[in-house]
Nanobody, 126 residues
């Protein structure tokens, strides 16, 4: 599956952005989907994940209550709604697809994902 993330940009602290990730292929609904981010000089870190139907989700503690992951299987797209943005949210955001058959806390690990998008830059100014 090929993934393309878009929707990043420059926003002031306290603002909102919605990222989208479009997937190719007809098997999108068979993948667990996740969002990760990577700031300069730091390791890639987990942000959020959703199971095949969107009925179960996981979030990093740093974004709970501010970010919402969702998916539309009819459109082969996963979204990340980001509210109350902070300067520390500045990073390149990546979407990823996991072929695992169990949705668990292991989805917080980079190695759990098989496919990655190219990333979209999010910059939050103070």
């Amino acid at each position: 599956v090929q993934l393309q993330a878009f929707g990043g940009g420059l926003v002031q602290a306290g603002g909102s952005l919605r990222l989208s990730c479009a997937a190719s292929g007809r098997t999108f609904s068979s993948y667990i989907m996740g969002w990760f981010r990577q700031a300069p000089g730091k390791e890639r870190e987990f942000v959020a994940a959703t199971n095949w139907s969107g009925g179960s989700t996981l979030y990093a503690d740093s974004v709970k209550g501010r970010f919402t992951i969702s998916r539309d299987n009819a459109k082969n797209t996963v979204y990340l709604q980001m509210n109350s943005l902070k300067p520390e949210d500045t990073a390149v955001y990546y979407c990823a697809a996991s072929a695992r058959r169990v949705f668990s806390a292991l989805q917080m690990v980079v190695a759990a994902y098989n496919y990655w998008g190219q990333g979209t830059q999010v910059t939050v100014s103070s």
